[in-house]
T-cell receptor
């Protein structure tokens, strides 16, 4: 069964600290993995995409990693800011199937001053 | 581009009433998706269209839900009659053509529905 699991469900950190969010998936055959950021009251926005051949990709203070062998991805946030407070959703795309997007339930990050 | 536009942003209605949610996708995008988001279940796909044609509606909870896409720039999601368990945020998203399943989804701001 194709599934995407994220951990932790929620996280509270102090401004300026680093944190890492996890995404484990069983989706097969794998096409790509995206991390979306969803601010409160807004729609999700794509942060980064990871394909099978990519191990690490950075987007400013966000760094995503992918281990296709263990089917795990992480999103590392460096020097957190208050504006990083949001939900982060991991979405894995399968190569096959009419409905080929699989969503995690997200990690709710709160950055406090 | 203005992005995906949804209306209304908030809707409060009483059980049994009809609810219509509207979506205007990004011009040139040929895929349109309707999602429902709740705290417990996250984002769930309800239905999606390709070139205005419904492709997969297996996520539509029951016959009370229906969706249409009469043209490339407009789609509606209707709930009739509405029930309290339909309370959620409903998102519309669109995707560019030519990228298959790998393309980025562009989401609207959502319609928050509360059924009393």
């Amino acid at each position: 069964k194709n599934q995407v699991e994220q951990s932790p469900q929620s996280l509270i950190i102090l401004e300026g600290k680093n944190c890492t969010l996890q995404c484990n998936y069983t989706v097969s055959p794998f096409s790509n993995l995206r991390w979306y950021k969803q601010d409160t009251g807004r729609g999700p926005v794509s942060l980064t995409i990871m394909t099978f051949s990519e191990n690490t990709k950075s987007n400013g203070r966000y760094t995503a990693t992918l281990d296709a062998d263990t089917k795990q991805s992480s999103l590392h946030i460096t020097a957190s800011q208050l504006s990083d407070s949001a939900s982060y959703i991991c979405v894995v795309t399968s190569q096959t199937g009419a409905n080929n997007l699989f969503f995690g339930t997200g990690t709710r990050l709160t950055v406090i001053p | 581009d203005a992005g995906v536009i949804q209306s209304p942003r908030h809707e409060v209605t009483e059980m049994g009433q009809e609810v219509t949610l509207r979506c205007k996708p990004i011009s040139g995008h040929d895929y349109l998706f309707w999602y429902r988001q709740t705290m417990m279940r996250g984002l769930e796909l309800l239905i999606y269209f390709n070139n205005n044609v419904p492709i997969d509606d297996s996520g539509m909870p029951e016959d009370r839900f229906s969706a249409k896409m009469p043209n490339a720039s407009f789609s509606t999601l209707k709930i009739q009659p509405s029930e309290p368990r339909d309370s959620a945020v409903y998102f519309c998203a669109s995707r560019r053509p030519g990228l298959g399943g790998t393309g980025e989804l562009f989401f609207g701001e959502g319609s928050r529905l509360t059924v009393l």
